[in-house]
């Protein structure tokens, strides 16, 4: 019964990393952020308009506390006010992969 809490954790870990393992594509990401995200985040340097209170994808690049399971995660997960994406593993990849080259 121990090894249940330690498999527990490997397949949580497992799902929130995996998007992350995956080699995401950037331009494929910019197209799926341009279509998703862009009514709320400036998602690149051509968008001129954007909700004010949110950060944008270049802002959210640079922070150094946000590691790619981490927004692999909200992305996986996503909570109010973010609506509910049901993103594929692929497009998550593809989406952190476009918010990497934004550094």
């Known amino acids: ?17 995996g998007p992350a393992l995956c080699a995401g594509n950037p331009e494929q990401g910019r197209r799926l952020a341009e279509r998703w995200c862009a009514s709320c985040h400036l998602v690149g ?14 802002s ?6 946000l590691s790619e399971s981490l927004l692999a995660a909200f992305l996986t ?6 609506p509910n994406l ?3 593993r692929q497009e998550i990849a593809d989406v952190l992969a476009y918010i990497r080259s934004l550094r």
């Open 86 to 88: 049901s993103l594929s």
């Open 45 to 58: 340097p051509g968008q001129r308009q954007a909700l004010a209170d949110v950060p944008t994808f270049a």
């Open 1 to 17: 019964m121990r090894g249940v809490p330690v498999l527990a954790s490997v397949v949580v870990l497992t799902l929130i990393a």
């Open 77 to 82: 997960a996503p909570h109010p006010p973010m």
């Open 60 to 65: 959210i690049a640079r922070r150094e506390d």
